[in-house]
Each structure stands twice: as C-alpha cells, then as structure tokens.
C-alpha cells in the first residue's frame, strides 16, 4: 500500500502533472509533423511523381485516414483496459518508422501503403492520451489541460510545414520524411521511462465505475447520448474544411501567389533567405505563421471560455464552437477570393483561430458525457466519425473539383475548390447548437 500511495502521491504533483502533459503534447505534436507534412512536400511530390490532384488528394486523405479511422477503435478499447502508456509508446514509434519509409517511396502506390503505414501508427496516439490526461487532472482543469494538449495540432501543423519547406529547400522532398522520422523515433524511449499510468477514474466521483465495459454496451450508452453524435458530426463537418485547408492550402498559395511571395518576404534576414529559394519554403514560412499564431489563440481561447462558463452552462461546449465557426465564414470568403496576399494573411490568421476555438469545449465534451471506463474507446469512435469524414473525403473533395474546374479556370481551379468548403463550417455550426441542447441532459460529474 505504501509504495501505491507515493506513487499516486507523485503524480499529483503539478510539476510531475506538467511534466506528463508536456509528454503528451511533444508526442501529439509528432503526430501532426507527420500526419501534415504531406501538404508542403505535396508541391515536389506532385512534381517528380507526375500525380493529379485527385492522386494527390488520395494520398493525403483516404491512405491516412483509412487505417487511422479503422484500427482507432479496437486500439482505445484496448486504451480502457490495459497500460495506455505502452499504447502510445508503440504508435509513436510505428508511425516515425512509416513517415521515414516514404523518402523511400518512388511510385504513387509505394507512398501510398507508406502513408497507411502512418495512419496505422497514429490509429493509437490521440484516444489513449484523451484517456491519460482526464486521469491526471480534475474536471475543473480538462477543457484547459486538453487544449494544451490541443495546441500541438497548431504547432505541430507549423512546424509540418516550416520544416517541410526548409529541409525540402536543403536536402529535398526524400531526406525531410527520412529526418522527420528518425526525430520522432528518438523521443519514444523518453515518454516511456517518464510517463507512468495513472489510477484510471481517479478524479471522478467515488461512486464511478472503472471496470471494463464491453463494445455492445458501450454503444448502447452512446446511443442514448444525442450530444455525442451532433458533436462528432459537427467536428467532421468542420474538419473537412480544416484538413482541406491543411493540404491544399500550400499549393493553392504556390499557383495563385507564387510572385507575390517573393515581394511578401523580402524584409526577411539573409540567413533565412538561400540563393536559390524555392516556392515552398515561401509557403512553409506564410502558412505555418497562420496556423501557430492564430491556432493557438483559438484553441485557448475556447478551452478557457469552456472551462469558466461551463461551471454554470454545459450548452457553452457546443454554442462557442457554433458562434466561432459562424464568424468564420465573412472572413473565409474575402480571404479565399482576394487577390492581395496581405489579406489573406490576416483572413486566414483570423479563420485558423475561429475555427480552432471548438478543440478544447468538443474533446472536454466527450470526455464528460461518459464514464472513466468508456473515455479512450468514445473518443476513437468520435476520432472515427471525425476523420474518416475530415481527412477522408476533405481533401479529396477539394482535389477532384480543382480537377474538374481546371478546364475553366486554369492555376485558379483550386482557389474556387476551396472556397465552395465555407458550407462546411455552416453545416459545423448548426450541428454544435444542436448539440448544445442536449449537453446539459448528457452530462456526467
């Protein structure tokens, strides 16, 4: 018993508790460097490998997302029963392992599997951690310590494509996934000698049930849950937009702005500057200013929103994602349709916050709405609602209409692919206020 409660006694320590989130946040970050490199390398693989944009679209979005979405599931149910630590340690270092074999690849097909091989890996990062995290800080902390955790998708979606572009400027498009990966590799060792399991349900009521649930059971649960599903479709709604956005965007900046990028940064020091810059690193240094600044303000600002007003009003989880995503759309449509690069630098710096608002308030959701025994597996159904939806058919809807519109529009297809996606976040707004509605009924202390 004594070595039981020094143990529980260490991990209630802020600084150990601060520790562990930093683990799972560098980790996560990892996650989003290789699950988002792709749309910066996509302008040099496009070009070598001779691809369309729907193969591009393919590659992007169905070869990650189909074994991601899949083996999510079975990987979280495993999460709610056994050591969830071990479960990320052996993701991490699957999906380093698969990013370093796509420098490798030479056809379309060859990198296609490889970028299954990541989808794989990253099946079992996210829901375990969702789990980990609720057991190391109260329900009073979560929204805040999960938007924390939600700030690697910005910073990690940034440095995907600062990275990305300076590497892909020094040694090409091969060696970055190859370095990439091996980074990755190195910091699975770590997080697994430093992060221990918690007592799973510790912060819940005393009266919580922490033993295995069955599968069957659990979607029965679920299915009397109607917040569940308004939330999972609305955060797959608006993730089609958010992961279109994260690989088209860079090359819809390379054909639309190419010249202008130049111009844009020339106020650059020379060191940033090689002799001879390609467009990408152009693109790596102007989107992932967007995704970092305005991404982490976003995420922060719902989490903190979140966490105070929903003390007093569950219906603030779904109504600041709503509100959030609603203000977008002005924005989303002067930036998408301008000519001028200024504007759409701070259009869409202003979008990527908006947009990010709904990380914090959604994932606290989920994990609220349940038991301490059911969390990890109702996240990865949620994750599989989220992204077979988002990456799967996001990219690939934009890729096809920039093919089918080139005919008319030329370099220009793209721009007008992307901003037919506004409906998105309409159809993400209305399903958040739905639910809204039924949050407070859902909710469980």
């Known amino acids: 018993m004594k070595s039981v409660k020094s143990t529980d006694s260490h991990q209630d320590k802020n600084s150990y508790k601060a520790w562990v989130l930093f683990m799972l946040l560098v980790v996560y970050i990892f996650n989003f460097i290789d699950r988002q490199i792709i749309g910066i390398l996509a302008v040099p693989i496009q070009a070598e ?43 991490l270092m699957i999906w380093c392992a698969m990013t370093a074999l796509c420098g490798l690849a030479q056809n379309f097909v060859q990198l296609f599997l490889a970028r299954l091989g990541v989808g794989v890996g990253e099946a079992g990062g996210v829901a375990p951690s969702y789990s980990l995290i609720s057991d ?17 998708i910005p910073i990690g979606s940034a440095l995907g494509m600062l990275i990305g572009g300076v590497l892909t400027n020094l040694i090409g498009w091969r060696l970055t996934f190859i370095v990439v990966g091996i980074l990755g590799l190195a910091i699975a060792p770590l997080f697994k000698l430093t992060v221990k399991e918690p007592k799973r349900g510790r912060y819940d009521s005393t009266t919580s049930d922490v033993t295995a649930v069955p599968f069957s059971s659990i979607i029965q649960i679920l299915k009397t849950k109607k917040s569940f599903w308004f939330l999972s479709l609305g955060g797959a709604s608006a993730s089609m937009m958010t992961y279109g956005l994260l690989f088209w965007f860079p090359s819809f900046l390379v054909r639309s702005f190419n010249a202008e990028l130049v111009t ?27 995704l ?83 969390r990890a597996t109702t996240s990865a159904i949620a994750l599989f609602i989220n992204n077979l939806v988002g990456i799967g058919l996001g990219n690939l809807l934009i890729g096809i209409l920039s093919d089918v519109l080139s005919a008319q529009f030329a370099e220009e297809a793209l721009r007008y692919s992307i901003a037919s996606g506004v409906i998105f976040y309409i159809f993400a707004a209305i399903l958040f206020l739905y639910a809204a509605r039924n949050l407070e009924s859902d909710w469980q202390d």
Do not use: C
């Not at 940064?265 to 992932?288: A, E, I, K, N």
């Not at 509100?323 to 924005?331: K, L, Q, V």
């Open 264 to 290: 844009f940064f020339s106020w650059l020091p020379s060191f940033m500057l090689p002799t001879d810059p390609s467009p990408v690193l152009f693109v790596s240094y102007f989107y992932g200013l967007i």
């Open 136 to 152: 190391y800080f109260p329900s009073n902390q979560r929204s805040r310590a999960l938007g924390i955790y939600a700030f690697a």
């Open 292 to 374: 970092l600044v305005g991404g982490i303000a976003g995420i922060w600002l719902g989490a903190v929103v979140s966490d105070k007003l929903g003390e007093t009003d569950k219906t603030i989880y779904g109504r600041a994602p709503a509100y959030s995503f609603i203000a977008t759309i002005p924005f989303f449509l002067i930036g998408i349709l301008s000519n001028s690069l200024i504007i759409v630098f701070f259009s869409f710096m202003i979008i990527q916050a908006l947009s990010f608002v709904m990380m914090g308030p959604l994932v606290s959701s989920l994990q609220h709405i349940v038991g301490p025994n059911m």
């Open 49 to 91: 490998l001779a691809l369309s944009d729907t193969q591009l679209s393919l590659m992007g979005g169905i070869a990650f997302a189909l074994f991601y979405t899949v083996l999510g599931i079975p990987i979280a149910w495993l999460a709610d029963r056994k050591n969830r630590t071990w479960i990320i340690t052996i993701a």
